[in-house]
């Protein structure tokens, strides 16, 4: 029974997946999900309470690892002994990126349904959640070093939110494209070469 059970939540899931990759969550049909997995809409209300219910069972799991391991590497920067900061800066970071440039690579369906399909669910404003987080620790690190006696400019949020927002849109350029994971790495490793560059014009480097 419960082996009919996941072979039948298998099929839900496939066929959801393949409407709202090609519709987004808005325009997919859940009729059409219904039919297309060879069940009826009964069965369906079986294992889910709704269409979002069903798009957010997909992308759930991938949404937790990815906000997961950038807050990790996010908090244990910021736990770090004030005046070791600046001589890790960017290697957290660095690890955290090629972690996720991996993770992108192996759940290429699913994360492109969280990242470019999610509109009128609650996880469309994902990518916005991690910029906020990035913008918060960023000002955070220029409070550090200018008790470190560091000279850095006052840098307004809304500037920090572009910069944050623009580098964080290229990184998930990966999954829009479809990139093989070789030239995702190569890209994001010298797109981080020059948001670093910037910031340290920025910051009078």
């Known amino acids: ?16 997946m393949a409407e709202f990759l090609d519709k987004g969550f808005q325009g997919a049909s859940l009729r059409q999900i219904v039919k297309n997995a060879g069940v009826t809409t009964g069965a369906f209300y079986g294992y889910f309470s709704s269409k979002e219910a069903l798009f957010a069972s997909i992308v759930e799991p991938h949404a937790a690892a990815l906000m997961g391991r950038f807050m990790e590497a996010q908090t244990s920067f910021a736990e770090l002994p004030e005046e070791q900061q600046p001589d890790h800066m960017g290697e957290e970071s660095s690890n955290c ?17 969280l990242l470019t399909r999610a509109e009128g669910t609650s996880y469309e404003h994902f990518v916005h959640s991690m910029v906020e987080v990035e913008v918060e ?27 944050a927002s623009g580098m964080m849109s290229g990184i998930f350029e990966i999954v829009i494209h479809d990139m093989p994971r070789e030239q995702a790495l190569r890209d994001v490793d010298q797109l981080r070469d020059f948001y670093t560059a910037g910031w340290l014009k920025l910051m009078g480097a």
């Open 1 to 16: 029974m419960e082996e009919k059970s996941n072979a039948t939540l298998e099929k839900i899931h496939e066929a959801a």
């Open 97 to 113: 990126v090629h972690w996720m440039v991996d993770y992108i690579c192996q759940h290429r369906e699913p994360v492109k349904l």
């Open 137 to 163: 620790y960023t000002l955070q690190y220029m409070e550090v070093l200018r008790r470190l006696g560091r000279d850095i400019p006052e840098l307004s949020q809304s500037l920090c939110h572009i910069i």
